[in-house]
Nanobody, 120 residues
Framework: VQLQASGGGLVQAGGSLRLSCTAS????????MGWYRQAPGQGREMVAM???????NYATSVKGRFTISRDDAKNSVFLEMNNLKPEDTAVYYC???????????????WGQGTLVTVSS
């Protein structure tokens, strides 16, 4: 199983970006899908998470500005980021909790990370 993320880039404060992530490989089912980020010198933090069935959870710092969505038919998750701020600058990682026929347990998989830079 692999997660492929895309959509990062450089944007001015107040601008928008849309991140995409698609899971591929041998999968039985996907439970949660979401996005984490890691700023320079800091730990990785959860940004937004969605469960199958549309339940969502957001970090307080992004509520009202970011929207997570998923397309189960395409095994994909998206993050629409609006009104971006310099403090949103980080490497963004997608994450998915997946049941694969080759693994005994549900397993967390990570994408390769995509850099978002917000200039002031």
């Amino acid at each position: 199983v692999q997660l492929q993320a895309s959509g990062g880039g450089l944007v001015q404060a107040g601008g928008s970006l849309r991140l995409s992530c698609t899971a591929s490989g041998s999968m039985i089912s996907i439970n949660t899908m979401g996005w984490y980020r890691q700023a320079p010198g800091q730990g990785r933090e959860m940004v937004a998470m969605t469960r199958s069935g549309a339940a969502t959870n957001y970090a307080t710092s992004v509520k009202g500005r970011f929207t997570i969505s998923r397309d189960d038919a395409k095994n994909s998750v998206f993050l629409e980021m609006n009104n971006l701020k310099p403090e949103d600058t980080a490497v963004y990682y997608c994450n998915a909790n997946i049941k694969s026929p080759s693994l005994e347990y549900w397993t967390n998989f990570w994408g390769q990370g995509t850099l978002v830079t917000v200039s002031s």
